[in-house]
Every structure is written in structure tokens, then in C-alpha cells.
């Protein structure tokens, strides 16, 4: 008789339903006694149930949802709406008033004008740096790139949160 | 020869691999719930509070604690509604989040209050078939349950959620956050455990 299989190869052939393990079984008076000890095991573990929980559970869990802060959802809503009302007004503002009006369209030109002069020094900076040392660059920009994209894999390819930080 | 178990194991395993197509019952609760209707969500508590403090009585072994787990992993449940998936069981939901909250406190535990243990033994009910049968039935489960408080809380959890909540290897997959695949491989080493548990002196034979 060959020797007896190990017991979670046993198991994983029995779930199959076939396997060279379950042929050594039928043969083998200590591989079935222990197959039968698991049998009668399941039978007693099935058995079991879980326990009634306090009769105050119910009570003390309504009254902590009484007393809890409105969920989050409301609360977007409520954040959103007070936005909203915000920007309404100051709009309103705006265009009732032509003085407030003239200085918005001034500070914007100028927010313009000087974010221009910002995005120029920016390109000759990064020209600069490439003329002088492009080597580096590129191999510091193609190694974020790939830590970024394996991040993302990872991210795409793990299980939805189970609320663990619920 | 003994070929018994070869016949019986498979369809019992099978029988409960078996996914039920079931419909959502908990999907009108949880939407009335969300638009702020108390009543809907204490139907929701009335119809997970068994498992979810049975499983923390599992995890925990002390049924303050998981009176307590069960209070706070419900509270959060209402609070964190707007979050959770619809097309998702309800039920596995919570109790995740209950798993989630017994392992915090389990790793925050500086010490196992054996204490305690005891009074859980009592607790713990089965499905006792008659009161003729219930004191060999209790002292059987009794020495089951005993042995089971010896393992290590993964298997006690598994054990637990495949036995005694009968859950499929898949919702006990989505419980635990692995893959579906490794359940009845955890399932077959916490059974085995207990089995060495109960007839140490077999451990010899293989």
C-alpha cells in the first residue's frame, strides 16, 4: 500500500471528489478512522449556535444611533448646500455692484498676467535643468512614473475596503 | 475497511458550498434607514444582532466585550450607511466590520482574562434535540466548545462562520478579505486542530 497521503492533500481530493490519496483511504484503517473522527466532528460542530444576544442590545444600540451625529451623507448635503448659498451670494454681490465688479475683473487680469510670468519661469527652469543634467531627470521621472503606475495596480487589484477603519 | 466518511464529508462540504441566490431583504431597510427612518434600521439591527454577537462572543470570549463590539460595530454600521454597497449582503457587511472591531481589541489586549471563560460555556447554546438527550448533548458540546476556546482566533472565526452561521466559503471570504479559495484549506486546519484537541491520543497514528 503506498504511504499515507498528507492530510490536506487528503481533504483537497476529498472536496474534488477524486485523487490517489482517497484510493489509499478506502485501504487504510488510519487514514479512515481519522476521516471518520472529522465526519463525526462536522456533525457535532454543526450542531452548534450562536448565542441570543442581551435582550438590551437592541435598546442600547437605538439609543447610541439616537444620540449619534447625522451620517455623513446628510451632512455633504448640508455642506453642499451652504456652498452653494455662498457662492449665490457673492455673485449676486458681483453683479449688483459695479464697483465690486470692476475690482474682481482687475485682481483676475492680474491674477492672469502674473500666472503667465509664473508658467514661463517655470518651462525655462525645467529647461535649464534638462540641459545640464537630462540624464538624471529622466531617470528620477521614469522612476515616480513607475511607482506611481505600480501603485495604481495595486490599488486596482486589491479587494473593495471592508470597512476597517469604520 | 472504512470508507464511511469518503461517501458522507464531500456532500456536506458541497451541500454548503452550494451560493444562494438570495434576494436582498435588507435593501428597503437600508434605504429607508439612509433617509432617516429609525424604525428601518432597528429592523436592521433585529435581524443581524444574533450573528454579530455571536461572532464577537467567538472572537472575544467574554460576553461583555461582545456586547459592547456588538453595539459599537452596529453603531458604526448606521453611521457609515451611505457607504455601504447594496448589491453586498447586509449581514456580511456588519459583521465585517464587527471582525474588523474584535481583532482591534484583541491586539490591544495585554492579557487573556481566563477568568472569564468559564461563564461563556453557559452562554454558548446548541440545537439540543430533546431533554433526554440535552445532558449528554450538553456535556459533548460543552467539551466542543472548551476545545474550541483553545484554538487561535482564525480558526475559531473560521469554525465559527462556516459551522455555526453555516455561511458559504464565499461570504466568509468577504467577511475575512481573502480569497474564496483558501477558506476550505483554513477550514480543514482549524478542524484538524480540534480534532487533536479532542482525541489527543490519536496524534500518534499518523
Known amino acids: ?166 | 475497511m472504512n470508507a464511511l466518511a469518503l461517501d458522507s464529508l464531500p456532500m456536506a462540504i458541497g451541500m454548503l458550498m452550494a451560493e444562494d441566490a438570495a434576494p436582498l431583504p435588507w435593501k428597503a431597510d437600508v434605504q429607508a434607514a439612509r433617509k432617516g427612518d429609525p424604525s428601518a434600521f432597528e429592523s436592521l439591527v433585529r435581524s443581524v444582532q444574533r450573528p454579530v454577537y455571536g461572532l464577537a462572543l467567538r472572537l472575544l470570549q467574554n460576553d461583555s466585550e461582545a456586547a459592547e463590539v456588538a453595539q459599537e460595530a452596529l453603531l458604526r454600521a448606521y453611521q457609515n450607511l451611505h457607504r455601504y454597497d447594496d448589491a453586498r449582503p447586509f449581514d456580511l457587511w456588519v459583521l465585517a466590520i464587527t471582525r474588523n472591531l474584535c481583532l482591534d481589541l484583541l491586539r490591544r489586549r495585554t492579557k487573556v482574562r481566563t477568568e472569564e471563560l468559564e461563564p461563556m460555556k453557559e452562554v454558548l447554546p446548541s440545537h439540543e434535540a430533546s431533554q433526554l438527550d440535552g445532558a449528554i448533548a450538553r456535556e459533548e458540546r460543552l467539551s466542543l466548545e472548551a476545545a474550541m476556546e483553545t484554538l487561535s482566533v482564525d480558526d475559531r472565526e473560521v469554525l465559527a462562520l462556516y459551522y455555526v452561521q453555516k455561511r458559504t466559503t464565499k461570504e466568509i471570504a468577504q467577511i475575512m478579505g481573502c480569497a474564496p479559495g483558501t477558506i476550505m484549506a483554513r477550514l480543514f486546519r482549524a478542524r484538524e486542530k480540534l480534532r487533536k484537541k479532542m482525541t489527543p491520543a490519536e496524534e500518534e497514528t499518523r
Open chain 1, 1 to 166: 500500500m503506498s504511504p499515507c497521503p498528507d492530510l490536506e492533500v487528503l481533504f483537497a481530493e476529498l472536496e474534488a471528489g477524486e485523487g490517489p490519496g482517497l484510493d489509499h483511504a478506502a485501504e487504510c484503517e488510519a487514514c479512515a478512522a481519522m476521516m471518520e473522527d472529522h465526519r463525526l466532528l462536522e456533525q457535532d460542530l454543526f450542531r452548534l449556535a450562536d448565542p441570543l444576544p442581551p435582550p438590551s442590545l437592541v435598546v442600547n444600540v437605538m439609543a447610541r444611533v439616537a444620540e449619534s451625529p447625522v451620517p455623513q451623507r446628510r451632512e455633504v448635503w448640508t455642506g453642499l448646500a451652504i456652498l452653494l448659498t455662498s457662492l449665490g451670494a457673492g455673485l449676486g454681490f458681483l453683479f449688483s455692484s459695479d464697483q465690486a465688479l470692476g475690482r474682481f475683473g482687475t485682481g483676475f487680469a492680474s491674477t492672469v498676467g502674473n500666472s503667465r510670468a509664473f508658467v514661463e519661469g517655470l518651462f525655462s527652469g525645467a529647461h535649464a535643468l534638462w540641459s545640464t543634467a537630462g540624464v538624471a531627470v529622466a531617470c528620477f521621472i521614469a522612476v515616480v512614473v513607475l511607482s506611481s503606475l505600480f501603485g495604481l495596480k495595486r490599488l486596482v487589484g486589491s479587494p473593495p475596503p471592508s470597512l476597517s477603519e469604520a
